[in-house]
């Protein structure tokens, strides 16, 4: 179902998909539990979309309403070539389309990057967010393990499966088997997308790490990672322990994606933060 203002004209709905006319590009979401019940806002890495969190949400929509985000130039959101894919440019478009679905607070959760998002909301709305969830969302550029193999330039694209999963392939734990289709969605995005919101990213964290920006704010976080993370150095997420109250929790034996390579556990210590809430 899709309803150009963004309101829903069934209530009742466990799921529901929808595509939000905003400033700057269409904006896709998908709504899934209980309209009436608090409000969870995943919020997906670069080059991922809200497919990425299919294996938790079912876990999640017992006790929450589960809005999911396209960020611009991903899964079912528009893809601009002049769009605007700064995080705080991002964040306010998350701002935008919690407000058109009618949810004035939320636990934000973000995967990766999507984390970046998450954290420029809550600087940009903290009346919007009522807790912050980060998912292997590394703190610090010099955290950041840049990787050489697989870099896919604008002469290859589109890529091919083996380009594609030798890219992804950093994102989860070794041995994990990449499904074909995470492949295919990295194939629909466009070159420009996917670098823009790559650098847009770093670019970010680089200017200030994200401790830092969390520390004026003292909205409640937790912490969640897999030890094996090959996309930022493990260690470096016990950097947000030094905040106060905040809860860092480490997944063994899972990489960059828990959200995908262990969704119960995941789910488990999202859940128990977000009844605190």
Same mark, same amino acid.
């Given at each position: 179902?899709t309803?150009s203002?963004?309101?829903?004209s069934?209530?009742?709905a466990?799921?529901e998909e929808?595509v939000l006319?905003?400033e700057g590009g269409? $904006? ?6 209980? /309209?009436d019940?608090?409000?969870? =806002? &995943?919020? +997906?890495g ?6 990425s969190?299919?294996?938790? $949400?079912p876990?999640?929509t017992g006790?929450h /309403?589960?809005?999911?985000?396209? =960020? &611009?130039? +991903?899964?079912?959101?528009a893809k601009?070539?002049d ?8 964040a306010?478009r998350a701002?935008?389309a919690?407000?058109? =679905? ?5 636990v934000v959760v ?7 998002t ?6 940009r709305?903290?009346?919007l ?6 998912i292997?969302?590394g703190?610090?550029l010099?955290a950041?393990l840049a990787?050489?193999?697989?870099t896919?330039g604008?002469?290859?694209w589109?890529p091919?499966?083996d380009?594609l999963?030798k890219?992804?392939s950093g994102a989860?734990?070794?041995g994990?088997e990449?499904p074909?289709?995470l492949?295919?969605?990295l194939r ?5 997308a996917?670098?823009a919101?790559m ?12 401790p830092d920006r969390?520390?004026p704010l003292g909205?409640p976080?937790?912490?969640i ?5 090959t996309?930022w150095?493990?260690a ?10 905040a ?9 960059h ?5 262990d969704p119960?556990?995941?789910a ?5 933060f977000?009844?605190?809430?």
């Amino acid at each position: 179902m899709t309803v150009s203002d963004g309101r829903s004209s069934t209530a009742d709905a466990t799921a529901e998909e929808t595509v939000l006319p905003l400033e700057g590009g269409d $904006v896709h979401v998908r709504q899934d539990g209980p /309209r009436d019940a608090p409000v969870l =806002l &995943l919020i +997906h890495g670069s080059a991922a979309s809200t497919g990425s969190w299919d294996a938790m $949400v079912p876990l999640l929509t017992g006790s929450h /309403r589960v809005i999911r985000i396209d =960020l &611009l130039g +991903h899964g079912r959101s528009a893809k601009p070539v002049d769009g605007d894919y700064g995080i705080p440019e991002q964040a306010r478009r998350a701002g935008q389309a919690l407000e058109r =679905l009618g949810a004035e607070r939320a636990v934000v959760v973000g995967h990766s990057s999507g984390g970046y998002t998450a954290v420029a909301l809550a600087e940009r709305r903290p009346e919007l967010v009522t807790g912050l969830v980060l998912i292997n969302t590394g703190p610090r550029l010099d955290a950041f393990l840049a990787r050489e193999s697989g870099t896919i330039g604008p002469e290859q694209w589109p890529p091919s499966d083996d380009q594609l999963r030798k890219f992804a392939s950093g994102a989860f734990r070794a041995g994990y088997e990449i499904p074909q289709d995470l492949v295919d969605e990295l194939r629909g995005l466009s070159y420009h997308a996917f670098t823009a919101a790559m650098r847009a990213s770093l670019a970010y964290v680089g200017q200030s790490p994200v401790p830092d920006r969390l520390a004026p704010l003292g909205i409640p976080l937790q912490v969640i990672f897999g030890d094996q993370d090959t996309r930022w150095r493990p260690a470096s997420f016990g950097d947000y322990g030094a905040l106060p109250g905040a809860r860092v929790d480490a997944l063994p034996g899972i990489g960059h994606t828990p959200i995908l390579e262990d969704p119960a556990g995941t789910a488990g210590l999202l859940l128990r933060f977000a009844a605190q809430r």
